[in-house]
């Protein structure tokens, strides 16, 4: 399966009226998930203060003591259950709506074009041609904006465990304590490593990618909920059309036979930008398009065929 020329990549106008997957995913959920994680600590909504020793929830502090530190691995495992029970009936839809590495993967695409991680769009082609040194300046500028991006969210992961006004006031002294430079220096080079790993992590390596998939494929009788192909062939129904799989953010043709299974290497986040796409491109047409959304269901076994005798009775 080859990937689409980036000319020929079709892009999922921000109609919420027509586009209804595309829009609830990337103008609703992701962005609120991470509105979220920044404004937690700001807002005291929940933060471990390791100085004071205490636990902050809405604002109301409780002392490090077993009755409340006892939540935290509770809430933790649960998270984990939960992830786990919707993934065996909806699939990755936590990789593809409210995962921050998959949003920030979507977001920040462009560095990844700058440095050749992936196809230059049509306008950074024009770009380049019309102005020749941007060729080596927008490597350098997709270094400098994921190295501030990187190191501003290890400050915000790290105003979770110490205050934020603390973590200011050390910076703004010039000697910084030596733990926290590190804790920063270590999770901006792991930022690094995962915004220019992109969605080549989510597919090979990622834990809670391979634990979803796990516990969407129990001995292969359950399957949960997947895109399915509603056409007869390919070649009949679509042609030369490719406009799901450039609607794909992990650039995958979802138009299997057998329903595209949300594995770890297949990659499927069941985000419905595919169908979003191929809905858009039928609006002309009789019928609506050819993806959807299959329920969760338990796979019939067949009976096995009787052998067939090759002498006449």
């Known amino acids: 399966m080859g990937h689409p020329a980036a000319k020929n990549r079709f892009k999922l106008p921000l109609n919420p009226l027509k586009y209804p997957f595309h829009w609830l995913r990337q103008l609703v959920t992701q962005p609120v998930f991470w509105l979220l994680i920044f ?20 604002g109301k502090q409780y002392p490090f003591e ?15 259950l939960a992830i786990a029970f919707s993934s065996a009936l909806l699939g990755r839809v936590f990789c593809g709506w409210v995962c921050p590495h998959n949003t920030l993967t979507e977001w920040t695409r462009a560095l990844r074009r700058w440095v050749g991680r992936e196809p230059k769009s049509p306008r950074d082609i024009r770009l380049i041609k019309k102005h020749p040194t941007l060729q080596w300046l927008l490597p350098s500028a997709s270094i400098g904006i994921a190295l501030l ?3 501003s969210l290890s400050v915000c992961l790290s105003s979770y465990i110490v205050p934020p006004q603390w973590i200011l006031k050390q910076y703004a002294s010039g000697s910084p304590h030596i733990a926290l430079l590190f804790g920063h220096g270590l999770f901006t080079l792991i930022g690094l490593f995962l915004l220019y790993c992109g969605h080549d992590f989510c597919r ?3 834990p809670y990618g391979m634990g979803q998939s796990i516990s969407a494929y129990q001995g292969g009788k359950w399957r949960p909920m997947e895109i ?18 450039s609607a794909c953010p992990v650039n995958i043709d979802p138009r299997q036979p057998e ?23 039928h609006q002309n047409r009789p019928g609506s398009g050819l993806l959807s959304f299959s329920l969760p ?4 076994k067949q009976p096995p065929s009787a052998p067939t005798s090759s002498k006449a009775s």
């Open 39 to 58: 404004l937690g600590p700001i807002f005291h909504f929940f933060r471990v203060d390791m100085l004071s020793q205490v636990l902050i929830f809405f």
């Open 66 to 80: 077993f009755q409340y530190v006892m939540w935290l691995p509770i809430t933790f495992y649960g998270g984990v």
């Open 149 to 151: 991006l990187t190191f």
């Open 204 to 206: 090979t390596c990622c």
């Open 228 to 245: 399915q192909f509603q056409g007869s062939t390919i070649q009949q129904d679509c042609g030369s059309c490719r406009g799901c799989e």
């Open 259 to 281: 329903g595209l299974k949300v594995g770890v290497f297949d990659g499927c986040f069941n985000c419905g930008d595919c169908i979003d796409a191929c809905n858009y491109i």
């Open 297 to 300: 269901f338990v796979s019939k």
